[in-house]
């Protein structure tokens, strides 16, 4: 059964606390869990683009309709309610055709907006860097680019076809020449991006730190655990899609090892796939990174649903191969029976990055995921003339056994190849 969840909006110009003059209409029958999470998290995103919401109608359908989605009785519905709330958009759940789209607007006396066309808002909304706001710009052409052929609200144009082309028409070819203008502009200014990333992470390929990259849900606690871990003091927010720009900040592992941490843009139901394919040079990190934190919210009732959705996107980009650590966040909502029941669960680890609770064993298992710069154990014999060599150890691994013969300092070292194979000279076979 097909539901899909309406809502009608009084847009507005700064974001709001909290919904108001909300009035839900179900159809009869108790609504399952499922619906009830998506329908709170379609209400969230329509906060987090700055609208006030005015009312939700929900219709349950067999049958998408074509020309309309929800079909002409449930349209005159929407048109009613949206006229005595005032309503300045109204919102569809749902990935509306072009045509479903011009034949929405003809009918409703506000502006129509469907899901993607949300989500793209809001990423407008919270893109700071001039890479963030041109990959949103990208996908919002890509977007409009099939969706301008009667938009009879937005732009005044003649229909196509023998006897029927005039000015209107001409006027659609100019903007469609302008916005495949601007694609192709915009898509050469990403390769630019593009390039100086690839040099960036060349140089610090040259240097062997790998890289760790968080990876979850929108609103799963990514930037949070990743303050928590790097003390960046990046923006952590209860709004969707408040992260869009990577960040990557270098950690010290348990074993003394050095990794770089990346934390990405998060994912979402039906995340659009021109979103997928415009923050391609973002989520290049989630390409290069060598293991992945898959951060989920341990509190929500979709955890299962959102796991899923997360690896369909890490499938689009071949990333499923990759070593995947489980990280059940935000358990401190959780009452103090079931935190206890995820921390003996195998195969995930249980955390909070808000409290700190779990960091330690999260960092643990990142050190043993790591292929790259394997950690070894190596017996040194190092003058103690050589200070430098002392201390870079020091700093660097983890000095198991220490005795002085002479002037002679005689380590056993743990750390990483990288660091350890500098001092190979000093190798003792004794």
């Not at 005595?84 to 011009?102: C, I, N």
């Not at 960036?200 to 240097?207: D, G, L, S, W």
């Not at 990876?215 to 990743?226: D, E, I, P």
């Not at 989920?296 to 299962?304: C, G, I, N």
């Amino acid at each position: 059964m097909a539901r899909d969840a309406v809502g009608l909006l009084r847009a507005s110009a700064e974001e709001v606390q909290g919904t108001a003059d909300e009035a839900p209409v179900r159809a009869a029958g108790s609504p399952d869990l499922d619906f009830e999470a998506a329908l709170e998290e379609f209400r969230e995103l329509a906060i987090s683009a700055g609208a006030e919401l005015a009312a939700v109608l929900v219709q349950r359908r067999s049958r998408l309709d074509p020309a309309t989605l929800v079909g002409q009785g449930k349209v005159e519905e929407i048109a009613g309610v949206a006229a005595s709330t005032h309503a300045d958009v109204v919102l569809f759940d749902h990935d509306l055709t072009p045509s479903q789209l011009r034949n929405l607007e003809r009918a409703l006396p506000c502006r129509v907006i469907d899901r993607t066309q949300l989500i793209l808002d809001i990423f407008a909304r919270h893109a700071r860097t001039r890479e963030g706001q041109l990959q949103v710009e990208l996908a919002q052409l890509e977007y409009m680019l099939p969706r301008l052929a009667g938009r009879g609200k937005a732009m005044s144009q003649l229909g196509g076809g023998i006897g029927t082309r005039g000015p209107g028409e001409t006027q659609l070819e100019t903007d469609r020449r302008k916005i495949n203008r601007r694609i192709t502009h915009v898509k050469e200014q990403l390769e630019s991006v593009r390039r100086v990333r690839r040099q960036q992470r060349q140089r610090r390929e040259a240097v062997p730190v790998p890289t760790v990259a968080l990876v979850g849900y929108t609103n799963a606690g990514k930037s949070t655990l990743f303050n928590a871990l790097t003390q960046a003091g990046v923006l952590e927010s209860a709004r969707m899609f408040a992260t869009l720009d990577p960040k990557l900040r270098s950690i010290a592992l348990p074993s003394r090892r050095r990794v770089l941490l990346s934390d990405t843009v998060g994912f979402i139901r039906n995340l659009p796939h021109t979103l997928v394919t415009s923050f391609r040079a973002t989520l290049e990190e989630v390409e290069k990174a060598e293991v992945l934190l898959h951060v989920r919210d341990a509190a929500s009732p979709l955890l299962e649903q959102q796991k899923a959705e997360v690896e369909k996107v890490l499938s689009e980009l071949d990333a499923l191969q990759k070593p995947v650590i489980e990280v059940l966040n935000k358990i401190d909502l959780l009452p103090a029976e079931e935190q206890a029941e995820l921390r003996q669960r195998a195969g995930v680890v249980a955390i909070s990055a808000r409290t700190g609770v779990g960091l330690d064993r999260l960092l643990l298992q990142v050190d043993q995921a790591l292929q790259a710069d394997p950690l070894i154990t190596m017996d040194l014999r190092v003058p103690q003339s050589q200070g430098a060599v002392l201390a870079a150890l020091e700093a660097g691994a983890t000095i198991e056994q220490k005795q002085f013969q002479g002037n002679l300092a005689v380590l056993r070292v743990r750390g990483p190849e990288s660091l350890l194979g500098r001092y190979r000279h000093l190798w003792s076979r004794a």
